[in-house]
Nanobody, 122 residues
Framework: QVQLVESGGGLVHTGDSLRLSCAPS????????MGWFRQAPGKERKFVAA????????VYADSVKGRFTISRDNAKNTVYLQMNSLKPEDTAAYYC???????????????WGQGTQVTVSS
């Protein structure tokens, strides 16, 4: 049973923007810390960004700082990843994830979505 569902991926050009969304399937994640990860074919899954359950704290990978923004709307039980100034190296399947615990972080996530593909052409 899939409990997180990503949407918003697509094929864009260098410099374009996309907003990814992550919505629940069957339960609320409003009191979970949330994260975004990405994985290119043949590569390991890598951390992108995270946000605390309240939205008061965020963490970003150095590769996306200044270009990506993670946010959440707990009233809609939805998490977003705004991606600006996209580069070909951003091409990957993007996954949202949820974790319990007192602190946001880059690992130890409990639930995962199925992924949405982002492709950035030159």
């Amino acid at each position: 049973q899939v409990q997180l569902v990503e949407s918003g991926g697509g094929l864009v050009h260098t410099g374009d923007s996309l907003r990814l969304s992550c919505a629940p399937s069957g339960r609320t994640f409003s009191n979970y810390h949330m994260g975004w990860f990405r994985q290119a074919p043949g590569k390991e899954r890598k951390f992108v960004a995270a946000i605390s359950w309240s939205g008061s704290s965020t963490v970003y990978a150095d590769s996306v700082k200044g270009r990506f923004t993670i946010s959440r709307d707990n009233a809609k039980n939805t998490v977003y990843l705004q991606m600006n100034s996209l580069k070909p190296e951003d091409t990957a399947a993007y996954y949202c994830a949820a974790k319990q615990g007192p602190k946001i972080g880059v690992d130890s996530y409990d639930y995962w979505g199925q992924g949405t593909q982002v492709t950035v052409s030159s």
